[in-house]
């Protein structure tokens, strides 16, 4: 079984909305989950990130107002509602899960990495 297991994504119109999932099995479940993505000829950017203790939220500034993380304990998953969608949101989409956060938006403090989802938005 992959240590974290993202789901959810698809070809959209811009304006739409989509939501992915990321599923984490218990050995790769960290205090701090978030997601990332990368566009093609881009670098992998941090998008959104749960605190999975306290439920306190960081998002990029390319997002607020339009993407929403949170998360399910019960079912040890991770949400990203995704609206308003544009076309310069397609890229991968990747969960990453942490132990220790110390800089959220650091893709080094992340010990497990999903395959990743591919969003695409059309204009």
């Known amino acids: 079984q992959a240590p974290v297991v993202e789901s959810g994504g698809g070809l959209v119109q811009a304006g739409d909305s989509l939501r992915l999932s990321c599923v984490a099995s218990g050995r790769t479940f960290g205090n701090y989950m978030a997601w990332f993505r990368r566009a093609p000829g881009k670098d992998r950017e941090f998008v959104a990130g749960?605190?999975?203790?306290?439920?306190?939220?960081s998002y990029a500034d390319s997002v607020k107002g339009r993407f929403t993380v949170s998360k399910s304990s019960a079912k040890d998953t991770m949400f990203l509602q995704m609206d308003d969608l544009r076309p310069d949101d397609t890229a991968v989409y990747y969960c990453a899960s942490a132990a220790v956060i110390r800089t959220p938006a650091s893709p080094s403090d992340y010990l497990y990495w999903g395959q990743g989802t591919q969003v695409t938005v059309s204009s």
């Open positions: 749960i605190s999975w203790s306290g439920g306190s939220t």
